[in-house]
């Protein structure tokens, strides 16, 4: 039933089929087989991220569920009960200092006995949120200033409360909304944090900042115009932002000293 | 254990008909070319199972139609670049009869197209169409009637015998 149609249409893809500019066959062949390693490295690359961002996940939250339970976190008189590697704890913080101990003393047990006020946060100036390391799909972050007051503080023993620019603009009608936080603990391997404690005027008050990294935990969302919420109800404005993260916000207890 | 010499001597036997075959549903030779090839890479990668089938060279057809038709969606922008400046001329020498075919074929739908390749250049039954597109014979038959009547405005000089084919096609099947 071969009509012309059909006979023009034969005959043009049979000479087309003469003319073909075709690959050696053990060019396809190797192609494929590189294509392969090539999805099977992309499948082993998003196993592993996804089983950090798995982990670290897991090691951010467990320590944000249990504060308490944590050396790092827990009050001062818990940490020689079970030291953990990252934070081994001195002989000075296994005693509860004194009331008489000197600010140094003070500063190395942590303590705030009630011998200075509490910080005010009004009186914190040049905060600076500074970029740190990543790793495991998380991103952690420090918030640093100084302390401006003229007598010796006590950190705060709660966790810092940030606030975000959520509306309007930087310059005009800025709304700012609570920046949801969990709270965590972090260990990057530097020298151990002193939580809570004493601080003297123009001494450097630190906290850390977690983000996440993974872009399989979730969509990014960018938190700009950081600001801390102080005590009065006012906001001290944090430079160095903004704050992005997949998987939410998760900031640490204050500190104001390594060791 | 994949046998490569069995695979070589596969494709260097059909790669070039298919490729021909898909040029007809994509009317351009150098994605034909290339389409084909990615079929052919699919096929070594399944080899141990496609060696088996009934009809190897069926299957890589189908997965160069499927990939020919999935170019070609993606392509919207670079048709609309032909369309504004031309088919590319890609077979110096072709038959004008062929080249005025090939071009038709490429403004009717794509499952007509198909329809009317396997069934006038590769030679397909209406059920063997049937099978290898996983739709119902009638389905074949209509696709084949319509795909040939809205070939025959692009076609005058074939419209007579695309417009009587209709009823061939009707018919027999």
């Known amino acids: 039933m071969a009509d012309r149609f059909e006979r023009a249409l034969r005959a043009g893809s049979a000479r087309l089929a003469m003319n073909t500019n075709l690959k050696h066959p053990g060019e396809i062949r190797a192609g494929a087989e590189r294509r392969r390693r090539r999805r099977i490295a992309v499948l082993a690359s998003a196993v592993t991220l996804a089983v950090a961002g798995l982990g670290g996940t897991a090691y951010a939250a467990g320590w944000a569920a249990a504060p308490s339970h944590h050396p790092a976190v827990a009050p001062t008189r818990s940490v020689a009960s079970s030291p953990g590697p990252s934070h081994r704890p001195s002989p000075s913080r296994t005693g509860t200092p004194s009331p008489t101990s000197s600010p140094s003393a003070r500063r190395d047990g942590g303590s705030s006995d009630g011998a200075a006020p509490e910080c005010d946060l009004d009186a914190m100036a040049a905060v600076t949120i500074d970029g740190g390391g990543a790793g495991g799909g998380h991103a952690l972050s420090t918030v640093s200033m100084t302390y401006t007051g003229a007598t010796p503080c006590t950190l705060p023993e709660k966790y810092p409360e940030l606030t975000y620019r959520c509306g309007g603009s930087a310059q005009a009608d800025p709304r700012y909304c609570r920046l949801p936080v969990g709270h965590g603990t972090y260990f990057d391997g530097g020298p151990a944090k002193v939580y809570g404690g004493t601080v003297r005027p123009h001494e450097t008050v630190l906290f850390d900042v977690g983000t996440v990294s993974e872009p399989s935990a979730g969509p990014e969302r960018t938190y700009p115009g950081l600001h801390l919420v102080t005590q009065s109800g006012g906001a001290v404005s944090i430079a160095g932002g903004p704050v992005s993260s997949t998987g939410g916000v998760t900031v640490g207890r204050w500190y104001h000293g390594q060791r | ?173």
């Open chain 2, 1 to 173: 254990m994949r046998d490569s010499r069995d695979f070589d001597s596969f494709y260097l036997g059909t790669a070039p008909r298919v490729t021909s075959h898909v040029h007809a549903m994509v009317g351009n030779r150098a994605d034909a070319e290339d389409v084909t090839q990615e079929a052919y890479a699919r096929a070594w990668q399944h080899w141990d199972k496609v060696a088996r089938y009934d009809s190897p060279e069926a299957w890589v057809r189908t997965i160069a139609f499927r990939i020919a038709v999935s170019t070609w969606r993606k392509a919207r922008n670079r048709l609309t670049a032909h369309r504004r400046h031309g088919v590319p001329e890609d077979l110096p020498g072709a038959d004008p009869d062929y080249v005025a075919i090939v071009a038709a074929l490429r403004r009717i739908a794509p499952d007509q197209r198909r329809a009317v390749v396997l069934y006038h250049l590769v030679g397909l039954s209406v059920p063997e169409i049937a099978a290898e597109t996983g739709v119902a014979v009638g389905t074949v038959r209509a696709r084949l009637t319509r795909g040939r009547q809205a070939l025959a405005p692009h076609l005058s000089e074939f419209a007579a015998e695309l417009t009587a084919g209709v009823s061939e096609v009707a018919n027999h099947g």
